[in-house]
């Protein structure tokens, strides 16, 4: 019975392996469009900082851009599993911060830098591509809506330890 009942999870583990096997054997990392009706338009300038942040429907669209453009390399759900940065981190510092202003100051810059390393990608030392760039595919509002999805679950993981 207990060979049994283990079985179904076996399954699901081997599953969910096949699948990130995949993701990474064939790579795919083709940039897909976010779909962002619903969110106010923003334009074609870019505004900083970031006006979707804590915009429950930006977070809600963002996840679904994140989870189809960034989750195979930056992990599911935003937690890193090694293969590149972990993007929670990246506003770690800045909540750190005691007062508000510097806080806003410091969330800006990483929005800044989010903002530019989502539209470029990385590329490196021998010029070879590391990250791809998603400048033409995605728009601004995607660009705000998956970093309001990094926010948010940043905050989310810094509700359950310091991180
Ligand atoms: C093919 C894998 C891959 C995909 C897909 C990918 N990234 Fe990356 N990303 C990387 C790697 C690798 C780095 C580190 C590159 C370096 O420093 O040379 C990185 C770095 C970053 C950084 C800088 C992190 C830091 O700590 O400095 C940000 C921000 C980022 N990615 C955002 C995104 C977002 C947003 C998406 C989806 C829209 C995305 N990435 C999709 C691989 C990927």
């Not at 929670?88 to 508000?100: G, H, T, V």
């Not at 400048?135 to 601004?140: I, K, R, S």
């Amino acid at each position: 019975m207990k060979k049994l009942k283990k079985f179904p999870s076996v399954i699901v583990t081997l599953f969910l392996l096949s699948l990130t096997i995949e993701a990474h054997a064939h790579g795919d990392v083709t940039p897909h469009p976010v779909d962002t009706t619903g969110l106010d338009p923003l334009g074609a300038e870019w505004i900083v900082p970031n006006p979707y942040r804590g915009n429950d429907k930006a977070v809600a669209i963002g996840a679904v851009g994140y989870l189809h453009n960034c989750a195979g390399c930056h992990g599911l759900n935003a937690v890193s599993g090694g293969v590149a940065p972990d993007l929670l981190k990246l506003d770690n510092e800045c909540l750190d911060l005691a007062s508000k202003l510097k806080q806003a100051a410091c969330l800006k810059d990483a929005d800044v830098y989010f903002k530019d390393i989502t539209l470029n990608g990385k590329k490196n030392g021998e010029g070879r591509s590391t990250m791809p760039g998603y400048a033409g595919v995605f728009t601004q509002e995607a660009v705000w809506a998956v970093r309001a999805y990094v926010d948010s679950r940043t905050i989310e993981e810094r509700a359950k330890k310091p991180y």
